[in-house]
């Protein structure tokens, strides 16, 4: 079965610094697909970020950016330059087909990063 | 485009009584997901409709569950006999249909059972 660890629950920075939100996963697939989702107070999941498993390249928007690597089997997400309006949770998930039509999302259980001005 | 739309946005009821949460996909997205999420975890997948077809079901989805995606369009989510248990944001996510496409989520919509 598929699994998704965040192990950072909660982080706290200071506005401007840079951080990083770890993702590990897991599946004996070996096509599959990795996702982060923000989820603001509000409450809504927004899509950040969607990589297949075979495009390692590292990707880069804005102040985000993804670093992949199969070999750890981590798929971590760096905000440069924090702000506060990156106050949310950060979900990482992980897709694969599961055989009976679907193509479920695995999510992580979060890490809710807040950014002090 | 609109986004993906559910309502109510909040729903408050006593235990042992039924609701029913509506979802509008975005327009000519086939696919349709619910998932649950409860307080400090990551949502969990509840069930999956193609078009109008519901062809997968989590084994969290117990029978006082039910979901209907009539002519392939909105779906609904009626959760009979509710219980303390069921207290949850439910969410709806629709992708468009080809592999593993993004899923766009909607608000969700907040239950507590009292």
């Known amino acids: 079965a598929q699994k998704v660890t965040q192990a950072q629950t909660e982080i706290s920075v200071v506005e401007k610094e840079d951080v990083t939100l770890d993702c590990v996963y897991e599946?004996?697939?070996?096509?599959?697909?990795l996702f982060w989702y923000k989820q603001p107070p509000s409450g809504e999941l927004v899509f950040l970020i969607r990589?297949?498993?075979?495009?390692?390249q590292n990707e880069i928007s804005g102040r985000y950016s993804w670093n992949f690597q199969k070999s750890t089997s981590s798929f971590n997400f760096t905000i440069t330059a924090s702000q506060v309006v990156d106050s949310a949770v950060y979900f990482c998930?992980?897709?694969?087909?599961?055989?009976?039509?679907?193509?479920?999302?695995?999510f992580g259980k979060g890490t809710k990063l807040s950014v002090i001005p | 485009d609109t986004g993906v739309s559910q309502d109510p946005r909040h729903k408050i009821t006593k235990r042992g009584q039924n609701v029913t949460f509506r979802c509008d996909p975005i327009?000519?997205?086939?696919?349709l997901y619910w998932y649950r999420q409860t307080l400090g975890q990551g949502p969990e997948f509840l069930t999956y409709?193609?078009?109008?077809?519901?062809?997968?079901k989590s084994r969290l989805l117990s029978d006082r569950f039910s979901a209907e995606r009539p002519k392939g369009s909105f779906s609904t989510l009626e959760i009979q006999r509710t219980e303390q248990g069921d207290s949850a944001m439910y969410l709806c996510?629709?992708?468009?249909?080809?592999?593993?496409?993004?899923?766009?989520f909607g608000p969700g919509t907040r239950l507590t059972v009292l």
């Open positions: 996510a629709s992708s468009l249909g080809g592999g593993a496409d993004t899923q766009y």
């Open positions: 599946t004996r697939d070996t096509t599959y697909y």
């Open positions: 990589r297949n498993s075979f495009d390692e």
């Open positions: 998930a992980l897709i694969i087909y599961s055989g009976a039509g679907s193509y479920q999302l695995t």
């Open positions: 327009s000519e997205h086939n696919r």
């Open positions: 409709f193609q078009n109008e077809a519901q062809l997968e």
